[in-house]
């Protein structure tokens, strides 16, 4: 069973449930989700104010339970209304957005002198958990308490081999920055996950692979398509070569022939030709690392993506609270005109739903394992 939730997004506390008459959303792994939910007015005992209370972008986040789980929380960022049909539309987005609009400076560098923006956040011989986890906290607080979030962190003091310095004049946001971190070459996947508090309040709870297990993964369930009555429907099978690469220049600090270049390459086949591009990281001079943005592109371009998109009906035992993303769909093909016999091994990156019971997966084989 769902049940809707408006909470205060700083303090992740309820403040009501709701229930709209229409909606839909999508949760991404390690990526920015985002949905919309429309709610008739007037009609209720709550009056104009606490609807615009309940509505206040960014200061309220509409979180989705699905048999006490979350399985969705979307910050309110658009509110537009329908004036003759009292209907009031709510668009959010993903907690990650925020940090498109947050930098690591921590309190002190903020503000104070915009044309000599002081400091830098230096990181030494920590592992890149406790690299996210630095950056993630040095941007949960600033010169003013609005800077909080309800975000539980991994170790930030976790050992490891990776010691960096973040120059603030450069303005590189948080988003930014925990980017870099995922497309380096086996970078950790990231990801914020919604969940309830042990004092029942609405948390995320920031999640960060290993190098030696860089893949966030859930558990594992099988699909088989060749019994009689298979638990998928509207399955498609999608292979994407539009963004296929067989090399990469990155290119970062300096100008002309100061400037910082890394890249890598690969005959990967003799039948596809030569698919070459540069790509910027304008704060980075190791040519090492840029290499390494480099290797880790190709990991991912240099064949045709792979996408298998499934819909199921939720049921008790197969919902969103019991398949998170991440979760490893194993799905069997046989005898199909085009799609090659056996088990596909998957992982969910994605899913989405509306009012309705059905829910919808993309999935892609784990690359780079």
């Keep these: 069973m769902r049940t809707y939730w408006i909470c205060d997004t700083r303090s992740g506390a309820k403040l009501a449930q709701v229930m709209p008459s229409a909606g839909s959303f999508k949760r991404v792994l390690c990526g920015s989700g985002s949905g919309e939910h429309t709610f008739r ?8 104010e606490q609807w615009r209370a309940l509505t206040q972008p960014w200061a309220r986040t509409l979180a989705i339970d699905e048999d006490g789980v979350v399985i969705y929380a979307g910050i309110i960022a658009k509110r537009p209304y329908k004036w003759k049909v009292w209907q009031i539309k709510v668009t959010h987005v993903d907690v990650r957005e925020i940090f498109r609009r947050r930098f690591p400076f921590g309190v002190k560098s903020y503000w104070e002198n915009l044309n000599t923006l002081p400091g830098k956040l230096v990181l030494t011989n920590l592992s890149q958990r406790a690299v996210v986890a630095r950056i993630l906290q040095e941007s949960l607080v600033g010169p003013f308490p609005t800077y909080s979030l309800p975000i539980v962190l991994p170790s930030a003091t976790e050992a490891g081999s990776v ?30 996950v919604p969940r309830w508090s042990t004092s029942n309040t609405l948390e995320w709870v920031a999640e960060v692979g290993t190098p030696s297990v860089p893949h966030l993964t859930k558990g594992s ?36 022939v100061d400037m910082a270049v890394g890249g890598d390459g690969m005959g990967y086949s003799a039948t596809t030709p030569a698919l070459d591009v540069v790509q910027r ?4 001079a190791n040519p090492d690392i840029l290499a390494s943005f480099s290797r880790a592109g190709l990991t991912t371009l240099a064949h045709p993506t792979v996408q298998i998109g499934v819909s199921m009906n939720s049921v008790a035992e197969r919902n969103l609270a019991t398949m998170p993303v991440g979760t490893m769909l194993r799905i069997n093909f046989k005898d199909d005109p085009w799609i090659p016999d056996g088990w596909k091994e ?24």
């Design 221 to 256: 369930i099988d699909f088989n398509l060749t019994v009689r009555d298979p638990k998928l429907f509207d399955v498609t099978y999608d292979e994407d070569a539009t963004d296929q690469l067989t090399g990469i220049f990155s290119v970062g600090t300096g100008s002309e």
């Design 163 to 192: 010691t960096v310095t973040y120059e603030n004049y450069l303005l590189r946001t948080t988003f930014d920055l925990l980017e870099d971190i995922q497309n380096m070459d086996r970078g950790p996947d990231i990801d914020f």
């Design 41 to 48: 007015l007037g009609f209720g005992k709550r009056t104009r």
């Design 346 to 369: 998957t992982r969910a990156i994605s899913y989405s739903g509306d009012m309705s019971k059905k829910v919808s997966f993309e999935t892609q084989p784990l690359v780079g394992a």
């Design 281 to 284: 990281n304008k704060a980075e």
